[in-house]
């Protein structure tokens, strides 16, 4: 984990979230990571069952590779 906090301190903002997910996506030796923020929210009716959520999300990268773990590269 230090790794991956180490290789993403020093990139630019804009190419963070790309950098980050590769670096994750090489640690947990996956091919895809998606990373994204909830933009918004609504409860949905739901009683007396726990409450539920409509959830309306934004895509804030996404790295995929379907190369070996020694050759990933970032979209």
């Known amino acids: ?17 790309p950098a980050l997910l590769q670096n994750l996506a090489i640690f947990l030796d996956v091919p ?7 933009i918004s929210q609504q409860p949905l009716i739901a009683f007396p069952a726990p409450v539920r959520y409509k959830l309306k999300a ?6 995929y590779s379907a190369r070996t773990s020694s050759d990933r590269k970032p979209l």
Do not use: H, K, N
């Open 32 to 38: 895809c990571v998606l990373a994204s923020e909830i």
């Open 1 to 17: 984990m230090q790794a991956i906090v180490t290789r993403t301190a020093s990139v630019a903002r804009e190419v963070f979230f």
């Open 58 to 63: 934004q895509t804030l990268a996404l790295y």
